[in-house]
């Protein structure tokens, strides 16, 4: 079986959501400025993933209708899988 094409090189990247970019789940809650560190970058370019660990800034300020919303659906608000093109290096 192949293995799939990871591009780790991006773990350990703080970054920052781009303007526009609004959550997966649910499109009318917008992610713009949110920060975080990518643990996880998966795919070939033009379609790599990255999974963020939002930072505590980002948790504090965090709207309480998109962690209800999403504790309601079992998703876990604390990270977030997007494309590598939504976010931008933060520092």
Known sequence: MAKKKSSNSLAGTKV?????VTSPEFPEIPLSGWTGLVVEAQGKPPAVQVIIEWDDATMAAMPADYVSRCEAQQ?????ACLNEA???AAV
């Open 16 to 20: 920052r959501v781009r303007e526009g």
């Open 75 to 79: 998703l876990y608000y604390k990270m």
């Open 86 to 88: 939504d976010v931008e």
